[in-house]
């Protein structure tokens, strides 16, 4: 089983950026799909990126073209740099990993955008 541990949450203002990083205790490419989610007070967790271990991406369509999901095989890590926050960008972001129809998460890191 994967340990995944998020880092780099924060308060921001709107237009600013941050970077999430998720650390993972086995290496990344074990998994099929990696990815990030993310909660807002009173709502279900949804899907904000993804990238396969073969390195295929996909974005919600609310942060195309602003946030940016990366990896690094050789720290087991993986990362989502978030530019042009809003304030609706604010929630728990949860890292993932899953593989044989088994999902791991982390225990989220919380993001406010507020000014």
């Known amino acids: 089983q994967v340990q995944l541990v998020e880092s780099g949450g924060g308060l921001v203002q709107p237009g600013g950026s941050l970077r999430l990083s998720c650390a993972a205790s086995?290496?990344?490419?074990?998994?099929?799909?990696m990815g990030w989610y993310r909660q807002a007070p009173g709502n279900e967790r949804v899907l904000v990126t993804t990238i396969t271990s073969g390195g295929s991406i996909n974005y919600a369509d609310s942060v195309k073209g602003r946030f940016t999901i990366s990896r690094d095989s050789a720290k087991n890590s993986v990362y989502l740099q978030m530019n042009s926050l809003k304030p609706e960008d604010t929630a728990v972001y949860y890292c993932s990993a899953h593989r044989f129809g088994n999902d791991y998460w982390g225990q989220g890191t919380q993001v406010t955008v507020s000014s």
């Open positions: 086995r290496s990344i490419l074990r998994y099929d799909v």
